[in-house]
């Protein structure tokens, strides 16, 4: 039996992740940050002076994405990238000023699109959907 592309996961998925970075997208447009970007800013609002490998590892994104992507957020201003003293190939991020008064614009926006997101929707339904996703990646990972 052949699946249908409405049968396919994969492709709901898809069109989901879609639709919610282009919601996020636009709601960072006067703040000059790409949705992306904003992840790596949310982990240095949690943790200041990440290693560029940490956030990598944090976001499971490739390590030339986020030194492409820091890059981006220091020409912006938002941070600084500072080499190690004591490994020289490491790079830690650390926010500027402007970077630090980011947070106060861009946590209400974050915070406002996840209490829409999860809207009707129970504290163990997002539990499941987790699971759900986790053995999704997993079930990848293990292929």
């Known amino acids: 039996m052949t699946l249908s592309l409405n049968d396919l996961i994969s492709i709901f998925i898809?069109?989901?992740d879609l639709e919610l970075?282009?919601?996020?997208?636009?709601?960072?447009?006067?703040?000059?940050?790409?949705?992306e970007q904003n992840l790596i800013m949310m982990l240095l609002w949690e943790k200041d002076g990440l290693s560029q490998n940490e956030v990598a590892c944090k976001l499971d994104k490739d390590k030339t994405n986020i030194a492409r992507m820091a890059f981006g957020l220091e020409q912006k201003g938002f941070v600084k990238r500072i080499n190690?003293?004591?490994?020289r190939r490491v790079q830690r991020l650390y926010l500027t000023k402007e970077g630090?008064?980011?947070?106060?614009?861009?946590?209400?926006?974050?915070?406002?699109?996840?209490?829409?997101l999860c809207q009707d929707i129970t504290n163990e339904e997002l539990k499941q959907i987790r699971q759900i996703l986790c053995k999704?990646?997993?079930?990848?990972?293990n292929s």
Not at 136 to 141: G, I, P, Q, T, Y
């Open 136 to 141: 999704m990646r997993a079930n990848l990972r």
């Open 84 to 87: 190690c003293p004591k490994d």
């Open 14 to 16: 898809h069109q989901t």
């Open 21 to 35: 970075t282009g919601y996020i997208k636009n709601k960072l447009v006067p703040f000059n940050i790409a949705p």
């Open 100 to 116: 630090l008064e980011l947070k106060e614009h861009i946590i209400p926006i974050a915070n406002q699109f996840n209490s829409l």
